[in-house]
């Protein structure tokens, strides 16, 4: 069964208001700004920066096949199996 749309309200301090001035959707920008952070949160700590103890166990082990690493093409941090070759990333062809 479908859900019905509900009303969220928040609040907001004056520097947030201000930024948001001018905007001729508020509503429409808001939703799409919540759905594009919860697309990008954290899967394992769900944005909370934290792991729980099973959760830094979980990890660990795998790590013990895995590895972050910073990428040499955007300086972002990334997963790399150890298993398996590379792939290539940003559009790029493996060698």
Excluded: W, Y
């Excluded at 208001?17 to 001018?22: H, N, P, R, Y």
């Excluded at 944005?47 to 166990?57: D, H, K, V």
């Excluded at 298993?83 to 990333?89: D, F, M, W, Y």
């Amino acid at each position: 069964m479908k859900r019905k749309s509900e009303i969220v309200t928040f609040k907001a301090d004056e520097s947030l208001l201000d930024a948001m001035e001018g905007i001729p959707n508020r509503s429409s920008f808001i939703r799409s700004a919540v759905l594009a952070a919860l697309d990008s949160t954290c899967p394992l700590c769900s944005g909370t920066g934290i792991l729980s103890p099973s959760q830094r166990g979980h990890f660990d082990s795998f790590l013990e096949d895995h590895a972050v690493e910073k990428c040499s093409d955007c300086d972002e941090i990334h997963l790399v199996c150890s298993r398996k070759p590379a792939k290539a990333g940003h559009g790029k062809k493996s060698k």
